[in-house]
């Protein structure tokens, strides 16, 4: 059984500071990483000062029935699409009340690759007041070492984006 990586919760020290200092909650929106993200975050003690829910949609019918992402729009682009990982990062913000959010979507492996998107393909999205951003990533290692660079990539990208405000 994984244990939660030591780094990373380190790496959520500046990020729980900065979104104290804005007042500011956090959801997260995860399929591939299966809730490690929001496992991460509760890790901390006193993250119930910052964090406020996590959605574990691993499958595209959750993520339309629970954070309101169109089946037409993962039918069109696929589940692992920017697209659809920025409707997640949306849906988290419109079904809680945090203001910023992470989600997360990808090919952990060793199975599920395709040519256009081989196993460690991973799709991020981040949505702040100001708007959202995302970005494609590929991660190199087994279904583990792909599942911990996303969670690792998906919390710097979310502290960037509090720190930018």
Known sequence: MNTLEPQLLDLCQP???????RGWRMASAESCTGGLIAATCTGLSGSSEWFECGFV??????????????AALIEQHGAVSEPVVRALAEGA????????????????GPLGGSPGKPVGTV????????????QTQHFEGDRDAVRWAAVRHALQGLLRQVEAG
């Open 57 to 70: 949609c691993y499958s595209n019918a959750a993520k339309s029935a629970h954070l309101g992402v169109s």
């Open 15 to 21: 990020l729980a500071a900065a979104l104290r200092a």
């Open 123 to 134: 799709c991020f999205a981040w949505a702040t007041p100001a708007g959202v951003t995302s």
């Open 93 to 108: 913000l419109w079904h809680s009340v945090a203001q910023v959010s992470v989600a997360v979507s990808g090919v952990a």
